[in-house]
């Protein structure tokens, strides 16, 4: 077949061969030539090889490194192989993922943030306020802490003063006005504190007075409170009912015989002089004598005669009775095998002696009675201030 000539439009003109049957049936251009250009490029079928080899067969190999000789298409592989292993190693999916499933990252040997935070061996600052970094801070906030522990008690629940928190009163709390009171003129709940005469130097105290001072706190003599009859800060009246056996003669009795001499009524008083009224008595008679008599109070031990003979006591003594009353034939109940006297509102007011908190008592026969040693019994209803 001839060589076909070809006008390009542009002044060039190009020759095609083609060969004939049998042979490569191919067209090639082998020539072109025009006006304005110069002569073209070899078109050749070494040159067409080469071409191929660059760009590389569709079953090229990709290369093995990055850098190994390749066509186009082997490198393309090598590119697309490397894509596939950058993602394996990404997250399957966007969003928060546990540590084994996320990028590993570490902070830059120059981050700031390392210097801020401190290393884990960091030494405390020796000062609240000195540099440090995170770590050394808290270490500081921590001894501290342990500082502040060691000064708070071991346990809730009330210590001694070794082990409790010390603390003390604002210089202008009022509670401490009482300490500027005058001497001589100024009473704390009406009691001068100046006059108490029992306070011993360096040993005593406001409101602890040395014993047998006589003083009273509140109206209560603090050193004559007997033990199981304690009435501080009681308020109002603390009645009393009080027994007394009679010691009796057993022969028979004339009237004005003492029919039972003077014995102790303790504890009458709530303190040492106390005023106490008599509002009751009540006179059990086993002997079932139903006898009229008078009963006798004084407040010192002093004897009214010999039982069983005429009453008799000097001026002196008889300065000492503080009161009386009788009991009548008509008080007694008589209840077969004895009778029971009851004297009722009897008011007499009557005080036990400064330094004591007992009356005495005996009793003067008006009638003829008969008596066991211990026959009569009295009860003393009284009313205590």
């Not at 030494?123 to 906030?141: H, K």
């Not at 015989?257 to 005023?275: C, E, F, H, P, Y």
């Not at 005080?351 to 005495?360: F, M, S």
Request: charge should be negative.
């Amino acid at each position: 077949m001839a060589n076909v000539k070809i006008s390009t439009g542009r002044g060039a003109t190009k020759y095609i061969k083609a060969s004939g049957a049998g042979s490569d049936a191919d067209p090639h251009i082998i020539e072109t030539s025009g006006a304005g250009g110069g002569g073209g490029g070899d078109a050749s079928a070494a040159n067409q090889t080469t071409l191929n080899t660059y760009t590389g067969a569709l079953t090229e190999t990709a290369p093995g490194t990055d850098t190994a000789s390749s066509g186009l298409n082997g490198r393309l592989q090598r590119i697309a192989q490397r894509l596939t292993s950058l993602i394996a190693l990404h997250p399957a999916s966007l969003g928060q993922k546990a540590k084994t499933a996320s990028f590993a990252v570490t902070l830059a040997s120059d981050e700031d943030l390392l210097a801020l935070n401190g290393a884990v061996n960091e030494t405390a600052p020796a000062t609240d306020t000195a540099s440090s970094g995170l770590n050394g801070r808290l270490q500081r906030i921590a001894q501290r802490i342990t500082s502040l522990i060691a000064l708070v008690p071991t346990s809730l629940g009330q210590k001694t003063k070794a082990n409790s928190f010390a603390v003390t009163l604002a210089s202008d709390q009022d509670a401490l006005a009482i300490a500027s009171i005058a001497a001589g003129d100024n009473n704390i709940g009406n009691v001068d504190i100046v006059t108490l005469p029992a306070l011993v130097a360096g040993t005593a105290a406001i409101g602890k007075l040395a014993a047998n001072s006589g003083v009273d706190i509140g109206d209560v003599d603090v050193t004559s409170i007997s033990a199981g009859e304690n009435h501080i800060g009681e308020v109002g009246t603390g009645d009393a009912v009080i027994e007394l056996v009679f010691s009796l003669d057993t022969s028979a009795y004339a009237a004005n015989d003492v029919l039972a001499d003077t014995q102790a009524l303790t504890s009458v008083g709530r303190k040492n002089a106390g005023i106490i009224v008599l509002q009751s008595f009540t006179l059990i008679d086993i002997d079932d004598q139903k006898q009229p008599l008078t009963v006798v109070f004084l407040d010192t031990n002093n004897s009214l005669g010999t039982e069983n003979s005429a009453a008799s006591i000097n001026d002196a003594n008889g300065a000492k009775v503080v009161g009386w009353f009788k009991v009548l034939t008509s008080d007694y109940l008589d209840l077969g095998g004895a009778s029971v006297a009851c004297v009722r509102g009897i008011g007499l007011e009557m005080a036990c002696a400064a330094a004591t908190t007992t009356l005495y008592v005996g009793l003067i026969s008006d009638g003829t009675g008969t008596y066991t040693a211990s026959g009569l019994t009295g009860k003393f209803g009284f009313l205590r201030s």
